[in-house]
């Protein structure tokens, strides 16, 4: 994903976002940490070339037709985003095409949202 041009400039909002939720959450006391935008982009650039052989955890659970862990990351991201009154587009967008895809490898596509 990242070798492409639209793939990276999707990590970046992805990881912009998430860097805006953390510092949210710093300065209400709900986190004592918050990485910046450029070091999680460094982070996440650095892991995907890293693990580019790999297929990914979430991949697999797609692949085999079982549950993936879209809601305890993109989905408690744009939850948590939603409860501080910020908007995760990005990683909104995210969590429901692997909801998608999940339910369309399950037949149950009535019930994405």
């Given at each position: 994903m990242l070798e492409r041009v639209e793939g990276r400039h999707f990590a970046r909002e992805v990881v912009a976002e998430?860097?805006?939720?953390?510092?949210?959450?710093?300065?209400r006391g709900q986190?004592?940490?918050?990485?910046?935008?450029?070091?999680?982009?460094?982070?996440?650039?650095?892991?995907?070339g890293a693990t580019a052989a790999n297929w990914s955890s979430m991949h697999q659970d797609v692949s085999?037709?079982?549950?993936?862990?879209?809601?305890?990351?993109?989905?408690?991201i744009v939850a948590k985003?939603?409860?501080?009154?910020?908007?995760?587009?990005?990683?909104?967008w995210l969590a429901r095409h692997v909801r998608r895809l999940q339910a369309s490898r399950t037949n149950e596509l009535s019930a994405v949202p």
């Open positions: 998430l860097a805006l939720l953390s510092s949210a959450m710093v300065a986190s004592t940490a918050a990485p910046s935008g450029s070091e999680m982009l460094d982070f996440v650039t650095d892991t995907a085999r037709k079982r549950k993936t862990e879209v809601e305890q990351l993109n989905g408690w985003a939603r409860a501080l009154g910020l908007h995760c587009e990005h990683n909104e």
